[in-house]
């Protein structure tokens, strides 16, 4: 598992995904957690570890209301996993979160 971590951590660096910064006043930042998975060979063994950064944004999830609305709506919903999906836009808004732990730069 530390090894997929750190595959995740170092695609974040070299991809400049984030700066560190001091937190601004009356901002609360986001939680984050990680999610570890598994990919199996075809014999059923564990082929490698897979470590995915997920940032908890609220008890309701993104995914959880484009469901809805899909069903509302009687559209169709297709998944793709991809390894660096922060590649696919900028953000429009400022989002700040608190160091990962174990993964902290101490004097920032």
């Known amino acids: 598992m530390k090894d997929s971590i750190k595959s995740e951590i170092d695609s974040i660096m070299q991809n400049h995904v984030w700066e560190l910064v001091n937190l601004?006043?009356?901002i609360k930042p986001l939680n984050s957690k990680w999610?570890?998975?598994w990919?199996?060979?075809a014999d059923g063994t564990i082929d490698k570890y897979k470590a995915?950064?997920?940032i908890?944004?609220?008890r309701i999830t993104s995914i959880g209301m484009i469901l809805t609305v899909a069903a509302l709506r009687n559209l169709e919903v297709h998944h793709i996993d991809a390894k660096?999906?922060?590649l696919n836009g900028d953000?429009?808004?400022q989002i700040?979160?608190?160091q990962l732990e174990g993964h902290v730069v101490l004097g920032q």
Do not use: A, C, G, H
């Open 24 to 26: 601004p006043p009356r």
């Open 35 to 37: 999610i570890f998975k």
């Open 39 to 41: 990919k199996m060979k």
């Open 52 to 54: 995915e950064l997920v």
């Open 56 to 58: 908890k944004v609220s």
């Open 84 to 86: 660096t999906t922060f």
């Open 91 to 93: 953000l429009d808004e």
């Open 96 to 98: 700040y979160m608190e």
